[in-house]
């Protein structure tokens, strides 16, 4: 099958969506194609932090300076993705007391704001925090859940007359006459081949953006930089707390939901597709955590996992092999980004390609790719992206605490609730009602899904509970027919979706097995294997890996 399109953009990502939603509103015919599921790769595993700029105010001021001007526009155009919940930066005893005068003058010069405030009321707002912390400071952070905010993209690429097509991984790039002429893709769930022809195409691939630009004969050197967090079973902070210092390993502690994300590392690795969480890093980033928060040890560890960033400096070499000793080198890449036009640097027309940057500034990226797509097209067409919020329902700040608040106030004056609110995951309120939508809506039989979506399986229990049920539902909708993708056997994808979705929840938890979370581990591997025998249950497919006698 063939289709025809304007522009083609690679990588479902938030730069990617970013892009695709801004070429849409430029009123091109647009088309995205993604690998996975929206928020599958980097954008879907990072800490949560809309940043100030504050990090990079001293060593890269250019990347601080776009932070705080697109923190304000996301403030007005996705508030729904965005938790206002202000950020600090503290000096603690553990940091240089002189670093503190040079960042404020260099937050000055770049437009964050910044306020000094008495050591008793950052104590007072944040008790958990450090007590002989000697300055603080507050800046405008603020948490983001890049899922809300790779969903409302994707919406709001459909309703400018864009599509998104996911699961659909590109194969390579059509190269005719010295140009790139579009794409060929492959759906991962049916196996199908589509191929995509298009005038322009931009690479959005993130720490995969090099792999593209090959097939297509251009050398894209991208260093893939991994950082790896954790989640605390509590959210020890309301506000977003940042050591005052050189960015260093597990420096910001971040309020994202009902819990907080201490990170992150920075380890250059070979393969984006292929990285463990090391012990060490989850030593480190306990050690760390003491440093804000005193007997931070002593609250549990609920998951950790890792996201590749995508770092790129023109014309930098090949990071040499080894543990993590000459890694530290790489938080000296900055952390701009840049819009590589292939016509002029390799030779190879009508391909761009959008690498570094960060989550915050990825609607400055789209801008400046469109424009880069409108002058290679020779037509002039204004960004709106900046001005148009994603949707007319996005109006206010996300509310921790919404949920609840919702569950609390459903059902009749007796206090029942109505038929599909039964609550599916008690850890993070989903109901039956709304795991039905997802379904109906992804039309995708992949229960990982429903924890980008829905954040499904992703509180205190990790999914011993929740994972169940939600298959139970899934099996109801696809007897009901409620899905356009044909299943040949829908017990055995039933049964593998389950597995898989598992072992994605054990892949996090391993790194952090010991106190609390071994205890939960034995009773939900009790009901695994012995209760409803799951692990010997008929499959379509072996997932890679799930907890059984041996790996357990």
């Not at 097939?215 to 790896?228: D, F, H």
């Not at 029942?416 to 997802?438: F, K, N, P, S, Y």
């Not at 056997?489 to 389950?498: C, D, G, Y």
């Amino acid at each position: 099958m063939t289709l025809g399109t304007e522009i083609l953009i690679i990588g479902g990502g938030a730069t990617g969506l970013g892009v695709a939603r801004d070429c849409a509103l430029r009123g091109f015919k647009t088309i995205l194609v993604e690998k996975g599921d929206l928020a599958h790769g980097t954008s879907g595993r990072y800490h949560g932090l809309l940043h100030s700029g504050g990090r990079y105010a001293v060593r890269d001021r250019a990347s601080a300076r776009d932070c705080i001007v697109e923190n304000r526009i996301l403030r007005r155009t996705f508030p729904d993705a965005i938790e206002d919940t202000g950020g600090l930066f503290v000096v603690t005893p553990n940091d240089p007391p002189e670093y503190a005068n040079p960042w404020l003058a260099a937050c000055a010069e770049v437009g964050i704001p910044v306020e000094e405030i008495p050591i008793a009321l950052a104590l007072k707002e944040e008790p958990l925090l450090n007590p002989k912390i000697s300055r603080a400071f507050r800046v405008p952070d603020a948490a983001c859940d890049s899922f809300d905010l790779l969903h409302a993209l994707a919406a709001s690429v459909r309703e400018a007359g864009g599509e998104v097509y996911l699961r659909h991984r590109v194969e390579s790039l059509i190269v005719e006459g010295g140009r790139v002429c579009g794409a060929v893709t492959r759906n991962v769930a049916t196996d199908e081949r589509l191929t995509l022809r298009a005038e322009m195409v931009v690479n959005c691939a993130g720490a995969w953006a090099g792999q593209i630009a090959a097939t297509a004969g251009c050398e894209l050197r991208v260093t893939p930089g991994k950082g790896t967090m954790i989640a605390m079973n509590s959210r020890l902070v309301n506000t977003v707390v940042n050591r005052c210092h050189p960015p260093d390993d597990g420096d910001i502690l971040v309020p994202v939901g009902t819990v907080s994300v201490i990170g992150t590392t920075e380890v250059v690795v070979e393969n984006p597709d292929q990285y463990a969480i090391e012990a060490w890093e989850v030593e480190k980033l306990l050690a760390e955590g003491e440093v804000l928060v005193p007997r931070f040890r002593e609250f549990r560890a609920l998951r950790a996992w890792a996201g590749v960033r995508p770092l790129f400096e023109e014309g930098r070499g090949k990071k040499e092999e080894g543990s993590h000793e000459g890694d530290e080198n790489s938080r000296l890449i900055s952390r701009a980004h840049s819009i590589l036009d292939h016509e002029t640097r390799d030779g190879v027309g009508r391909l761009i390609s959008v690498v570094g940057g960060k989550l915050t500034t990825f609607r400055l990226m789209a801008e400046q790719a469109a424009d880069l797509v409108c002058r290679k097209m020779n037509v002039t067409r204004e960004c709106r992206t900046a001005e148009i919020p994603a949707s007319e329902a996005g109006k206010t700040y996300h509310i921790h605490g919404a949920r609840l608040g919702n569950v609390e106030h459903r059902g009749d004056m007796t206090g029942r609730i109505g038929e599909g609110d039964e609550i599916i995951c008690e850890c993070e309120l989903v109901t039956r009602a709304q795991v039905e939508e997802a379904l109906k809506a992804s039309a995708s039989p992949v229960l990982n899904d429903l924890r980008r979506d829905l954040r499904l399986g992703m509180g205190p229990c990790q999914a011993g509970f929740c994972a169940y049920r939600a298959a139970g539902i899934l099996n109801s909708q696809l007897q009901m027919s409620n899905f356009k993708l044909k299943i040949r056997n829908p017990q055995s994808a039933i049964n593998s979706a389950l597995l898989e979705f598992l072992q994605e929840r054990w892949k996090g938890l391993r790194p952090v097995m010991w106190g609390a979370n071994l205890k939960q581990l034995e009773l939900d591997l009790t009901i695994y294997r012995h209760t409803l025998a799951a692990d010997r249950l008929p499959l379509s497919r072996e997932p890679e890996e799930y907890p059984t006698e041996k790996t357990a």
